[in-house]
T-cell receptor, first 110, second 115 residues
Framework: QKEVEQDPGPLSVPEGAIVSLNCTYS??????FMWYRQYSRKGPELLMY????GNKEDGRFTAQVDKSSKYISLFIRDSQPSDSATYLC??????????FGAGTRLFVKA | GAGVSQSPSNKVTEKGKDVELRCDPI?????LYWYRQSLGQGLEFLIY????????KSGLPSDRFSAERTGGSVSTLTIQRTQQEDSAVYLC?????????????FGPGTRLTVL
């Protein structure tokens, strides 16, 4: 079993839709939860970071962590074509090694 | 300021040849990581450098892979006797001195194709 599982998609939605991206993980020791966004032929960039359980909101983006279910989510409201990218979840125990999910490819159609 | 840079952006080589991939981290960043990203796969950790400490090489897939970091800055990933399964995007990332988030700043990657 992989430490982090993420559906690779692709996920295609119309502009303005609410997008839900999800990951599950297996190790309860993980404490830091991140979402990276990767545009085509670019390196990933940090989008959201959450420590422990709870929600964190930044503009149209909300990151949610449920440690009891080992489930993390990223919601995108009012999705835009410019949101089309691959979204990678990433988790960390607090040490140097971050485990990345496989990434979900998102297409937002105008 | 300048971000992480990598060169070359693309590299096509023949099976059996050696290749060198270069990473210039953000100035002042003490941590440097190399990852490999294959189609449909997550980022596969390869190696980690932190300051002057011995690197963590636990992710290197075989002894054909090696990396060094000179002067705590520029890093070179070397793949000897390349194989077709080495074809992937090789990403470098750097992080500032230890922060709780361990945020990583990625370069654009080197796309390696082994024919």
């Amino acid at each position: 079993q992989k430490e982090v599982e993420q559906d690779p998609g692709p996920l295609s939605v119309p502009e303005g839709a609410i997008v839900s991206l999800n990951c599950t993980y297996s190790n309860s020791a993980f404490q830091y939860f991140m979402w990276y966004r990767q545009y085509s032929r670019k390196g990933p960039e940090l989008l959201m970071y959450t420590y422990s359980s709870g929600n964190k909101e930044d503009g149209r983006f909300t990151a949610q962590v449920d440690k009891s279910s080992k489930y993390i989510s990223l919601f995108i409201r009012d999705s835009q074509p410019s949101d089309s990218a691959t979204y990678l979840c990433a988790i960390n125990t607090g040490g140097f090694k971050t485990i990345f999910g496989a990434g979900t490819r998102l297409f937002v159609k105008a | 300021g300048a971000g992480v840079s990598q060169s070359p952006s693309n590299k096509v080589t023949e099976k059996g040849k050696d290749v060198e991939l270069r990473c210039d981290p953000i100035s002042g960043h003490t941590a440097l990581y190399w990852y490999r990203q294959s189609l449909g796969q997550g980022l596969e950790f390869l190696i980690y450098f932190q300051g002057n400490s011995a690197p963590d090489k636990s992710g290197l897939p075989s002894d054909r892979f090696s990396a060094e970091r000179t002067g705590g800055s520029v890093s070179t990933l070397t793949i000897q006797r390349t194989q077709q399964e080495d074809s992937a995007v090789y990403l470098c990332a750097s992080s500032p001195p230890r922060t709780r988030t361990d945020t990583q700043y990625f370069g654009p990657g080197t796309r390696l194709t082994v024919l």
